[in-house]
């Protein structure tokens, strides 16, 4: 199904019927309607997307297909590299670190803290994204250890190492902290690594949300296959 790339659908929207699918930008109408033949059989395929249209925000490899059929095949080819946010003060930034974690096929995002977080800046993102919460610091540490994930703590503090020149274990947790006060004492102290972003501006830090990108983006230009990338 080799469709044409469409910009995913704010969430406010009003997007519209089944019937006004041919004069929207948003995703693909009816598979007849598109096509002007039946669909395939094909058991990854949602009968109700095929038969009203798809303005998920999903590439197009993945149109028509059930929440459940993409999962499985990411899960195929997910990093070995998780992520983790603190969530104690309520951050909003969890919302994009998710989105960008499934961008770069992470194994799993880990909230720990506060259970609930403001998932509109996911972009329902996370409904494809294997989320863990934990209660405490001490829980999350010891889910790495059992993983064998190397935890990398990132924060600009004395004592880090720059991102920019450091080789980021391939099976590790990249560790953030909060909007403000970074990660915790806890979570740093039990760190097997900390490392800074360069920056050269005034500001004393860069949003949470884009340093998560910046390390997991990292990760990716030192690991990742970028001839697997859509």
Known sequence: MALVNQPPA???VQLPGPTEWGEHPYGVGPWVA????????????DPDLLAHGDRRNVVDAYRYWTREAIVADIDRRRHPFHVAIENFEHDANIGTVVRTANAFAAAAVHIVGRRRWNRRGAMVTDRYQHLVHHASVAELLEVAA???LT????DNVPGSVPLETVALPRACLL???QEGPGVTDAARHAA????????????RSINAGV?????MHSWIRQHADPGAAW
């Open 10 to 12: 704010p969430d406010d």
């Open 34 to 45: 598109e096509f002007g033949t039946p669909p395939p059989v094909d058991p990854r395929l």
């Open 146 to 148: 059992v993983a064998g």
């Open 151 to 154: 935890v990398v703590a990132v």
């Open 175 to 177: 560790l953030f902290g």
């Open 192 to 203: 097997a690594l900390t490392v800074s972003i360069a920056q050269f501006g005034s500001t």
């Open 211 to 215: 340093a998560a990108g910046i390390a």
